[in-house]
């Protein structure tokens, strides 16, 4: 099991950025890809953005692509989202997660193939 923990989240006005921090710790070898979900009161979780753990290949939503990238630093185990041009849509709470390696890279962004899960960050971006 890896365990995950999110920072970086806020409050942010239209047009700004933020840098969203996703640590893990535990079983950290099995990572094949991190991923990025948000979810908005009274929306499905989405899917937002993912990177492969091992290659650092990025996949991103129609919805970020140009605006948020996704890295990774594998010494620290730790993902990230940095977040520009943030817009009142983007108001989320947002999940990293965890597809274990073992499981294809194709469904990088079907949420019920992540593993493991974060608490969730809010960002909130006033217009």
């Known amino acids: 099991q890896v365990q995950l923990v999110e920072s970086g989240g806020g409050l942010v006005q239209a047009g700004g950025s933020l840098r969203l921090s996703c640590a893990a710790s535990?079983?950290?070898?099995?990572?094949?890809?991190m991923g990025w979900f948000r979810q908005a009161p009274v929306k499905e979780r989405e899917f937002v953005a993912a990177i492969n753990w091992g290659l650092g290949t990025p996949y991103y939503s129609d919805s970020v692509k140009g605006r948020f990238t996704a890295s990774k630093d594998n010494a620290k185990n730790t993902g990230y989202l940095q977040m520009n041009g943030l817009n009142p849509e983007d108001t989320a709470v947002y999940y990293c997660a965890v597809l274990r390696a073992a499981t294809s890279s194709y469904f990088y962004n079907i949420a019920e193939r992540y593993s493991d899960w974060g608490q969730g960050t809010q960002v909130t971006v006033s217009s």
């Open positions: 535990g079983r950290t070898f099995g990572i094949g890809l």
